[in-house]
């Protein structure tokens, strides 16, 4: 079985049709994820800011990363979750999207990136006002922007017989 013939499967499953052919939980979803993305975005936001010291200087970094901690960990699952639910909706026209392809590539190096700055994270007293915080909430700020315009760009890709077949209906010069 190939990719797209597996990710055919999975988008004709019975879980995933009822998910994409519902006039209400695909919105619904849809909306949700969104919303997710806005509120958790604006938190990783605001940690990256305070990593580089441009916003909140006078709030100490623990207090930071750590009053947004557990919102920001709900946040993401939610989003995941519905992430899921809206890609495996249509999992056979998204494995071939490079923006698809570039969000889920991107994903992965923000969980290195959690990974390779786990102290800055865990640690924030020692990390204020490191270069190696600053590094952190530099990189966690370019993947981020990275997976918010890949996740939009997902849904103006054309795939590239759709695109022969818009030129083809335009004579030759």
Sequence with gaps: MSVGDWCLAVRHTEFFTSVRESAILYPTVLALHLTCIAIFGGMILATDLRLLGLAFTKTPLATVIGSMRQWKQAGFVVMVACGV???????????VNPYFVAKLLLLCAVGAHGILFRAVYRSPKQADPSLRAKAAGSLSLLLWLGVLACGRWIAYWDAPDAIARLFDQFPPL
């Design 85 to 95: 639910l809206l890609a495996g909706s249509k999992l056979d026209q998204y494995y």
